[in-house]
């Protein structure tokens, strides 16, 4: 248990399913991350929420839309996906400080399937 | 962008063996953290260590920033070590990236 949730774990979609995967932490930081991890690939950054305002978007199809309402939720909107987009999508929290970020801490993930 | 280069890439032991797991990377880090993924795909934090030496329990790790490279120690290995384990750095400057390397496919037998 990292004090980090996600929900779901698993997921199923058709290419014209529109979901959202749920990130919670429960660790008091003050900034969220979305990570994708396909096979045999290292784990990629999507996107960088610190003090609830993106910061940082790794050029990621539009396809995929973030939403942070407060520092301790985290949403990743899914519509018209693609098969190559089935991967381990996985959330992370830590606080934000100078000169960077400290330890970032991780959730279960959530496997995506993509029909 | 920063690379990052772990060795070797997969790794076989007999339970009680020790190991060494390295990580080069290319640029001055603010943050150098070491996971272990265990097979449901959960990162489990083991060390966060930009600079010097810790240890916990079996587990050791080792950062000469000066060098730019990280070490994993792994002893008297228990089946439950198996996965993946990764590094993964926060270049100088580069806030609140961290950049992964393709991680080490660890299995201990018994």
């Known amino acids: 248990e990292t004090g980090v949730t996600q929900t779901p774990r698993h997921l199923v979609m058709g290419m014209t399913n529109k979901k959202s995967l749920k990130c919670e932490q429960h660790?008091?930081?003050?900034?969220m991350y979305w990570y994708k991890q396909s096979a045999k690939k290292p784990l990629e950054l999507m996107f960088v929420?610190?003090?609830?305002?993106?910061?940082e978007n790794n050029s990621v199809p539009s396809r995929f839309s973030p939403e942070c309402p407060n520092s301790s939720h985290l949403f990743l909107h899914l519509h018209t996906l693609q098969p190559e987009d089935s991967a381990l999508y996985l959330c992370a929290s830590s606080q934000e400080g100078y000169p960077g970020a400290y330890e970032q801490y991780f959730g279960p993930g959530t496997r995506l399937t993509v029909t | 962008g920063i690379q990052v280069e772990q060795s070797p890439p997969d790794l076989i032991l007999q339970e009680g063996a020790n190991s060494t797991l390295r990580c080069n990377f290319s640029d001055s880090v603010n943050n150098l953290q070491w996971f272990h993924q265990n097979p449901w795909g959960q990162l489990i934090n083991l060390f966060y260590i930009p600079s010097g030496t810790k240890q916990n329990g079996r587990l050791s790790a080792t950062t000469v920033a000066t060098e730019r490279y990280s070490l994993l120690y792994i002893s008297s290995s228990q089946t439950t070590d198996s996965g993946v384990y990764f590094c993964a750095v926060e270049r100088a400057g580069a806030n609140s990236k961290l950049t992964f390397g393709k991680g080490i496919t660890l299995s201990v037998r018994p």
């Open positions: 929420y610190s003090l609830e305002e993106r910061v």
């Open positions: 660790l008091g930081h003050n900034a």
